[in-house]
């Protein structure tokens, strides 16, 4: 079994619609949680970061952090077709840095106009 | 300010060719990693760097080899190259590499590499 573990999707949405993207871990010692956009053929970015339980707003994206059920969500409302990418969730352990990070495979989301 | 370039974006080797891959970043970054990105199979660590002359393995470490001169350069080296290495490889540089704390990495647009 995986550590991390995200849908693959693909996932197809109209415009305007709120997208829940979710991923789920094994790892209990997890505390840092992120969430990377890909667009085709780019490299990922780093769209949000959280550290432990809770919410976290920016703009039309909120990540999301439930540590007892070991799932976080990333929510994206009135969505776009710019927002069409590979999302790919991330998350480490204290202690561990950069070289600890484990990788979810990501979720490709197309926003239909 | 480029960010993290590499090159080349495309490359096609026979088994048991050797290349090398070239990163580079103009942030003045620290930490420096290679990643090889597969279908399902997520982002998976080659090597990293916390600074010139400092290198140290990730998790798929074998047939690659690394070394950090300057700050700004991180190449990648395969030494034989196989099938199994046909992937898309990502560099990626961030500002610090602090035990214990994550921070925010700045990635490549990537090499596509096919091996036949």
């Known amino acids: 079994q995986k550590e991390v573990e995200q849908d693959p999707g693909p996932l197809s949405v109209p415009e305007g619609a709120i997208v829940s993207l979710n991923c789920t871990y094994s790892?209990?010692?997890?505390?840092?949680f992120m969430w990377y956009r890909q667009y085709s053929r780019k490299g990922p970015e780093l769209l949000m970061y959280?550290?432990?339980?809770g919410n976290k707003e920016d703009g039309r994206f909120t990540a999301q952090v439930d540590k007892s059920s070991k799932y976080i969500s990333l929510f994206i409302r009135d969505s776009q077709p710019s927002d069409s990418a590979t999302y790919l969730c991330?998350?480490?352990?204290?202690?561990?840095?950069?070289?600890?990070?484990?990788f979810g495979t990501g979720t490709r989301l197309t926003i239909i106009p | 300010n480029a960010g993290v370039t590499q090159t080349p974006k495309f490359q096609v080797l026979k088994t048991g060719q050797s290349m090398t891959l070239q990163c580079a970043q103009d942030?003045?970054?620290?930490?420096m990693s290679w990643y090889r990105q597969d279908p399902g199979m997520g982002l998976r660590l080659i090597h990293y760097?916390?600074?010139?002359?400092?290198?140290d393995q990730g998790e798929v470490p074998n047939g690659y080899n690394v070394s950090r001169s300057t700050t700004e350069d991180f190449p990648l080296r395969l030494l034989s190259a196989a099938p199994s290495q046909t992937s898309v490889y990502f560099c990626?540089?961030?500002?610090?590499?602090?035990?214990?704390?994550?921070?925010?990495?700045?990635f490549g647009p990537g090499t596509r590499l096919t091996v036949l």
């Open positions: 990626a540089s961030s500002y610090s590499m602090v035990a214990g704390a994550t921070d925010t990495q700045y």
């Open positions: 790892n209990s010692a997890f505390q840092y």
């Open positions: 959280t550290y432990s339980s």
């Open positions: 991330a998350m480490s352990q204290p202690g561990s840095g950069n070289e600890k990070l484990t």
């Open positions: 942030m003045n970054h620290e930490y």
């Open positions: 760097s916390v600074g010139a002359g400092i290198t």
